[in-house]
């Protein structure tokens, strides 16, 4: 499904990303960050409107050539992105969305751990499983 | 961002300019030869038209022309080949650099501040709050710079080389100059061959290239005269012979070449030449620096200054010459005018009528097809049109871009009309033609042609000034779609999208200028890929919300492809801007590729300062990258690095950026490595850098000093004392300069972290230092010398201080490890640590290969932050730092340096153990030393003996089988006493005596000199392991100023194991003192019972313990003797056996004992027939060093005391009974100490050993009990807290038991008595009554005879008695008075009496109020009568 997922914190520096590792890690980082633009794009003109119903998930930021990439933004402005392949086109929206609720739930798990220290990496092993899964059903 | 120095209409209209051909004659060729131009190029600066021309469209409207610029070139310039445009190119984009040192631009965009080098002041000014009025000002101002000046130069150059087309005729020539010099012999028919020259070359077929825009070209006939060197009349007389016949419009007579050309080099001349030639001059010869640049082959001698001429000039075989050739020579400004002239009568009198001419033939000619339908139209073309009808099949279709229509066929009349309009700018027309033409070729399906027409329509849209149509850009993405995706032609359809790229820019529709040019980058060309991609991302940056991060992205796709292009400077300029966005954001992974990126580019350009800062980034930081590229990383780091230290010459080494110092964690030790234990010797422990640092101990430590200090001093610590530190670290106080002494090593402990996965090797470790030499001895102010530093070379400076070199040093991967360094200072002064020198290096894993890895050498400096200050308010609210001087050593005169060492020093011990063993003080200075003292936690647990002692076997060896103790062969009797002062034995007070002084021999060691003395040890009372410091303190004969005194540090632990645990009780003894002997006694005795209890658990070693003797120590009793009642003398204890000794105390003579000096008196009573001498050295020693009563024992008198303070502060009225208490306390009171000396047979190793030892047991209350064992401390309980203040306690009274002890009674009498009854009926037997006063105050006593025992049972047991004579007696007896009473008691029958009758009540003298107390009844005295 996704091959690569990233948690971007507030300050916009990574807290996780993870991309299939048979890929070009690098590149995705220039993804995720450059998707990052978008994000903010969006975000700001979707703030306008009443905060406490703003829909959380941003959906398709662009498409490049090989990869779709969609992303989601938390109240606390972390930023979640998940990069899929273009060619997998069974991919609904709806399963996009599922995948971010689902790890927008993993993520808020790894916030109530006591010790974990806002603003480090993520380093949780139920998170780094839920990711897994996502990345796993596509291979 | 990319902003253009024009403006894009300007940008647009300069594009396209008619084109004029020249044809020169050789003659003339010469004549403009002289000014080192080409006839073309003379003519270039002054192209563009100042004035406004005129010209009449089919309609008759005016046309007004602005700012008319035409193209001059020679008829047979070659266009160029595909390769050499591409070298052009490279070269125009490589030779224009953004300039250096100037004050960059800040770009704020978010919470970026990106400083990108432009200098567009408008950049980033808010284009939504008012774009309009920017944007007019960003066009229209002409202040800023162009920020892309490479973009800007290649467009020039990538427009100026496009190749004539067929299908659009914008750059095909309109006229034609024909030019013939006056001179020449016959110029009519020069001009007659130059005319059917250019017709052969247009007409005939033979040339492809240059490309004629309509069949019957404008011929310009010019006659160019020399004005120094021709004949004027001739050449006017030439001129009107061409009016005549070519007529006035079409003719010209150009004079230039005023003065002669060595004419006055001292005239300054404006050359506008230099600006046009320079371009064009470089243009076709390629240098081989810029060609290999372009390759790719070899980067490092790229950007050899491009602008650099040529050595083979083109054509005109010029010499070459470094320095710029001055053009114009010949010109006067004069001259310059009258070119400007000409080419304003060439366009206004020439060109605009013959463009206007031909735009009124066109347009009739379309006119009259226009009744034609266009269906019956396209007919007739299928019928008539032969070689140019369109293939219309199917299959055809796909193919159309190769459908050529012949150069005059109809459909491209129209098109020809419309490019004629847009030479004129005359858009309007021009895009009414556009448009109808792209019609007729979309419906012939002549792509090429359609896209053509598309997007000079979209342009005359664009550039139609107050056009209500807007700008379709549609258009343009048709056409530039169809260039690429149907004819394959890159080049048009990047022309186009660079039109459509500025119009979509300054319209602000950023994303989609963005979005066009990333579309344009392809595979085929780096360079263009390039340039278009930097300004997509300066496209992104200057978006209403600006995209940042897309910005760095593309910046380093551009950067990416420049670097394939052979751009390195541009590629490294990208990769810098974009670097601005990823940094410390915490992308690490994208910042170390871009800082790799960027450190090998900037190698290869030869900025090895900027490669060595980017790969040091790579490396400091916690790289997330994967051991082999780590690895890779550190090479070409090490590699970069080498071959900038082998080019520079720089005195000061560079700073290494691995492996990571932890400055803070820096320890500093002073002296030498601690020598270990030698054969039996165990050296001192002192302080090492392996001991880990506790805050704790190091207060004890201090502690210590202090104490010992204070006694060296006569009992004053001096002002600024403080305690010696040997070990610096961050936890210890650094705030002053430490001390190092001359000749004594200083080693410095530095922490490495190795924070990548590869091992890193360092080599030639060592210090870096400065040194200040300074001669303390002398008075200060004098002149200090000059600092020397081994900076240089590391050991050149040995003699002065000798630096210690590791030679190699391996850190593995993530490993933190310390290397110590050493440092040996020879002269005085003052010393600064400054760096670690070390060669940095890989270890290479491969063991086969002989190359050894690189090493680089460099330094890190060792910086060490002070503690964080928080005293003042300002430091409190401000971030201030103290100084830390760890690392600043000042080195002083020699001192004494003591080394000790331990012999026989055991590590278990029983408790109360007593060892003998050695210690052994080595002077190892070449100072002497003296004032030599030991402070101990433990005084009790050791003593060097007294002075007065002699004893001693002098060796160690000689004393291993004798006793510790003194012995004399004595057979037990009654105790022998011995008189001691306290004194003697170094105890003053009652304090514990902390600090010793070690006797030696003539009061100091001399350099070099060893002294063993004994050493008595005495295991604890306690069991468990025991941490026992001691610190030997020593001062140098000769006063140093800086530093007074030195210590040494020994830590011991001895664990004790149980031996035995003595209990004692005291009691009153009943029975009066002896006569004789006893009277002198003062009358009072005791008797002691002392329970001896083997505790000791460990089975196999001991097997038994012997009492060998029992002494007293006290200064108011003493043993008396021993009253065993069996006759087992050598009390022998096995495990777990108790044995019991009974012992009678006297009173000693303590009356004159108390008033001089306080002396205690010792006791001895040996069970064996040797008695050890308790009064001297190891028995009397520890005695008065044991430690004070604990608590426990303490607590039953000090509780009352406390008490007793209490109350007098809250009640100061019961002062009358205070004394009373007190006096009767001290009726109880016994302060008599036992020593227990014991032997303990052991077995060890199948041989028997025999250990001695000795117990304390200090009683102090009559029928108390005391242990030597001290009692465990009963686990405190929870208290519970207290917010009220405690009840004052109730009013303490003598208690009636402690009352009822006052006075002692006792009764003699004979035990029986035998009376004849028969003959005499009353037996009166006398008895004595002893009443014995304990106290210290006079007591009332009263005697009360009368008294009958009142219990049944005795009434029953004994029978009745009366006392005789006075019945009641008042006594007063004074302190420890004893008095005798006779009474007298009488019998009637014979039997068993209790005589234990009388009562006794006691009160004391002063406390009038109180009433009398019974005293304790004696026990029963039983006296048995007879009858005889």
């Given at each position: 499904m996704a091959v690569c997922v990233a948690v971007i914190a507030k300050e916009n520096y990574p807290l996780y990303i993870r991309s299939v590792p048979t890929q070009n890690e690098l590149k995705f980082h220039y993804t995720v960050h450059t998707s990052l633009d978008v994000v903010e794009e969006k975000v700001s003109a979707v703030g306008k409107a009443l905060p406490d119903q703003r829909e959380l998930y941003l959906g398709l930021l662009y498409p490049t050539e090989d990869y779709k990439v969609y992303g989601y933004v938390t109240n606390s402005k972390v930023k979640f992105v998940i990069v899929v392949d273009s060619s997998n086109t069974s991919l609904r929206d709806n399963e996009i969305r599922s995948m971010f609720r689902k790890l927008h739930s993993s993520f808020t798990d790894v916030m109530c751990n006591p010790f974990y220290n806002p603003g480090d990496t993520i380093q949780s092993k139920s998170f780094d499983s839920i990711v897994s899964a996502m990345m796993v059903q596509s291979s | 961002m990319a902003q253009c120095a024009q403006s894009v209409q300007e940008f647009v209209q300069d594009s396209f300019v008619p084109t004029v051909a020249v044809l020169c004659s050789a003659d003339a060729e010469r004549v403009t030869r002289r000014n080192n131009l080409s006839f073309p190029e003379l003519l270039r600066p002054f192209c563009r038209l100042t004035s406004e021309g005129h010209l009449r469209d089919p309609n008759n409207l005016v046309v007004v022309v602005k700012g008319l610029r035409i193209s001059v070139t020679g008829v047979n310039t070659q266009p160029l080949q595909p390769g050499e445009v591409r070298k052009l190119l490279s070269q125009a984009v490589s030779g224009c650099q953004p300039p250096e040192g100037l004050p960059a631009n800040v770009v704020t965009a978010g919470d970026y501040d990106l400083n990108i080098s432009d200098r567009s002041v408008k950049a980033s000014v808010p284009w939504y709050s008012d774009w309009k009025d920017t944007f007019t000002q960003l066009s229209s101002s002409k202040f800023y710079t162009a920020t892309t000046p490479w973009f800007e130069a290649y467009r020039e150059n990538f427009l100026q080389s496009m190749p004539a087309s067929d299908?659009?005729?914008?750059?095909?020539?309109l006229a034609c100059m024909l030019v013939v010099s006056s001179r020449e012999a016959a110029p009519t028919e020069q001009f007659q061959r130059l005319s059917q020259e250019q017709h052969r070359v247009q007409h005939s077929g033979e040339y492809t290239h240059p490309k004629w825009f309509i069949p019957n070209t404008l011929k310009y006939y010019v006659l160019l005269h020399d004005i120094s060197d021709g004949d004027e009349q001739r050449a006017d007389s030439v001129y009107e012979d061409m009016k005549q016949r070519y007529g006035t419009q079409c003719c010209y007579l150009l004079k230039i070449n005023s003065r002669a050309a060595a004419a006055g080099p001292a005239e300054q001349m404006p050359d506008p030449w230099s600006q046009y030639l320079q371009k064009s001059r470089a243009q076709s010869p390629v240098s081989p620096a810029v060609l290999s640049e372009v390759d790719g082959h070899?980067?490092?001698?790229?950007?050899?200054?491009?602008?650099?001429?040529?050595?083979s000039r083109k054509q005109g075989g010029l010499p070459a010459s470094s320095t710029p050739v001055a053009h114009g020579a010949c010109l006067t400004l004069n001259d310059h005018d009258r070119i400007r002239q000409f080419i304003q009568e060439f366009t206004f009198r020439g060109l605009l009528p013959h463009i206007e001419k031909n735009i009124r033939q066109l347009n009739d000619q379309l006119v009259s097809r226009k009744g034609l339908s266009r269906s019956l139209f396209s007919a007739t073309k299928k019928w008539f049109g032969g070689g140019k009808v369109p293939e219309k099949s199917i299959a055809e279709l796909k193919n159309t871009a190769g459908l050529l229509y012949p150069p005059e066929a109809p459909e491209l009349q129209i098109r020809k009309m419309a490019d004629l309009c847009f030479l004129v700018q005359h858009y309007e027309l021009a895009y009414s033609c556009y448009h109808t033409a792209k019609k007729d070729f979309l419906s012939d399906q002549a792509m090429l042609y359609a896209a053509g027409a598309l997007e000079m329509a979209a342009m005359s849209a664009f550039l139609q000034s107050g056009a209500p149509r807007p700008y379709p850009a549609h258009y343009m993405e048709t056409a530039i779609q169809t260039y690429r995706d149907v004819c394959k032609n890159m080049v048009l359809a990047e022309r186009c999208a660079l039109f459509s790229a500025e119009v979509l820019k300054s319209q602000v529709k950023y994303s989609e200028a963005a979005a066009l040019l990333i579309k344009m980058t392809s595979e085929d060309s780096d360079l263009r890929s390039a340039l278009l991609l930097e300004q997509a991302a300066h496209c992104f940056i200057n978006m209403r919300s600006p995209m940042v991060r897309k910005f760095a992205f593309h910046m380093i796709l551009s950067g990416h492809r420049f670097s394939k292009a052979g751009q390195k400077r541009h590629a490294l300029r990208c990769y810098c801007q974009a670097m601005q966005v990823y940094k410390g954001k915490g992308w690490t992974l994208a910042e170390d590729h871009i800082n790799f990126t960027i450190g090998r580019q900037s190698f290869t350009l030869r900025q090895p300062e900027n490669a060595i800062a980017a790969f040091r980034h790579i490396l400091i930081n916690d790289s997330k990258q994967v051991a082999t590229q780590q690895s890779a990383f550190l090479r070409e780091y090490l590699y970069v690095y080498k071959s900038v230290s082998q080019s520079s010459s720089d005195v000061t080494l560079p700073q290494l950026p691995l492996p990571c110092l932890h400055s803070a964690q820096t320890r500093v030790f002073f002296g030498h490595e601690r020598r270990l234990a030698e054969g039996e010797k165990q050296a001192a422990t002192h302080v090492w850098l392996d001991q880990e640092y506790d805050g704790e101990q190091a207060q004890l430590w201090a502690e210590l000093e202090e104490q010992v200090v204070g006694v060296a001093n006569k009992g004053s610590v001096p002002i600024g004392f403080q305690p010696t530190q040997y070990c610096l670290s961050c936890h210890t106080d650094n705030l002053r300069y430490p001390l190092a002494v001359v000749e004594e090593p200083i080693i410095v402990e530095v922490v490495f972290r190795n924070p990548l996965k590869v091992p890193l090797a360092l080599a030639e470790l060592s210090l870096l230092w400065k040194f200040t030499p300074k001669d303390f001895s002398r008075p200060p102010g004098g002149v200090p010398g000059e600092a020397l530093s081994n900076e240089k070379e590391v050991t050149a400076l040995n003699d002065i201080i000798s630096t210690e070199v590791i030679p190699e040093f391996t850190i593995g991967p993530e490993e933190t490890k310390v290397a110590r360094l050493q440092l040996l200072p020879h002269k005085t002064g003052e010393l600064q640590v400054l760096s670690v020198l070390y060669s940095l290096g890989t270890v290479e894993e491969d063991n086969g290969t002989t190359s050894r890895p690189t090493f680089v050498r460099g330094r890190q400096d060792l910086e060490i932050q002070g503690p964080r200050l928080n005293t003042t308010k300002e430091e409190k609210t401000s971030v201030r730092h103290g100084p830390d001087h760890r690392l600043d050593p000042v080195i002083t005169p020699p001192m004494p340096l003591l080394e000790v060492f331990f012999i026989n020093f055991p590590t278990g011990l029983l408790c109360g153990e007593i060892r003998k063993a050695w210690v052994e003080f080595v002077n190892v200075s070449a100072v002497p030393l003296t004032g030599l003292r030991v402070a101990s936690t433990h005084p009790e647990f050791f003593t060097f003996g007294c002075?007065?002692?002699?004893?001693?076997?002098?060796t160690p060896t000689a004393s291993e089988?004798?006793?510790?103790y003194k012995t004399m062969a004595t057979p037990p009797s009654v105790a022998a006493t011995m008189l001691v002062s306290p004194a003697m034995f170094g105890v003053s007070g009652d304090d514990r005596p902390t600090v010793a002084e070690i006797p030696l021999v003539g009061g100091g060691l001399g350099p070099g000199e060893a002294l063993q003395i004994p050493l008595w040890l005495r295991g604890p009372d306690r069991e468990g392991v025991h941490e026992i410091n001691f610190l030997f303190y020593y001062e140098s004969v000769e006063k140093n100023a800086k530093l007074s005194h030195r210590v040494l540090r020994h830590k011991a632990f001895i664990c004790a194991s149980r031996s035995l645990s003595v209990r004692a009780t005291a009691c009153h003894s009943n029975t009066l003192p002896r006569r004789g002997g006893a009277e002198e006694e003062g009358g009072s005795s005791m008797l002691v019972f002392v329970d001896v209890e083997n505790i000791n658990t460990s089975e196999a070693g001991v097997r038994e313990f012997h009492i060998v003797q029992v002494s007293s120590s006290s200064r108011q009793w003493r043993l008396h003797t021993c009253i065993n009642p069996t006759g087992d003398r050598d009390s022998r204890l096995a495990s777990r056996e108790r044995g019991k000794l009974c012992f009678r105390a006297t009173r000693c003579r303590t009356q004159e004992g108390e008033t001089h000096a306080r002396k205690y008196t010792f006791a001895d009573l040996n069970l064996g027939n040797e008695q050890i001498v308790s009064s001297t050295t190891p028995c009397a020693d520890f005695f008065f060093r044991r430690g004070s009563p604990s608590e426990a024992q303490k607590g039953g008198v000090s509780v009352g005391g406390a008490n007793h303070t209490r109350r007098q502060s809250l009640t100061p009225a019961g002062g009358a009974d205070d004394g009373v208490t007190g006096v009767v306390q001290k009726c109880s009171e016994v302060e008599l100490n036992i020593i227990v000396l014991w032997k303990a047979y052991v077995v060890e190793d199948n041989k028997q050993l025999i250990l001695e030892g000795q117990l304390h047991v200090a009683l102090q209350t009559v029928g108390k009990e005391a242990c030597s064992v001290p009692q465990k401390e009963e686990a405190q309980e929870m208290v519970l807290l207290k917010f009220k203040p405690d009840q004052p306690p109730p009013v303490s009274r003598p208690t009636l038991e402690q009352l009822s002890r006052l006075i002692k009674t006792c009764l003699h009498y004979p035990e029986s008595y035998d009376h004849p009854f028969p003959q005499k009926s009353l037996c009166m037997v006398p008895v004595t009554l002893t009443l014995s006063n304990c106290s210290l105050a006079q007591v009332d006593v009263i005697i009360d005879l009368r008294h009958k025992t009142t219990s049944p049972e005795s009434l029953e047991v004994h029978g009745t008695f009366t006392w005789l004579g006075q019945t009641q007696y008042k006594l007063q007896l004074r302190p420890h008075e004893v008095q005798r009473l006779v009474l007298k008691a009488c019998f009637f029958q014979a039997g068993v009496y209790n005589l234990g009758t009388p009562r006794v009540f006691a009160k004391m003298?002063?406390?009038?109020t109180m009433c009398e107390t019974s005293q304790q009844s004696s026990m029963p005295a039983l006296i048995v009568i007879n009858s005889v």
């Open positions: - | 299908h659009e005729f914008l750059n095909h020539y070899d980067v490092f001698c790229a950007c050899v200054a491009v602008n650099s001429i040529d050595t002075a007065a002692s002699d004893l001693t076997p002098v089988h004798c006793s510790a003298a002063q406390a009038g």
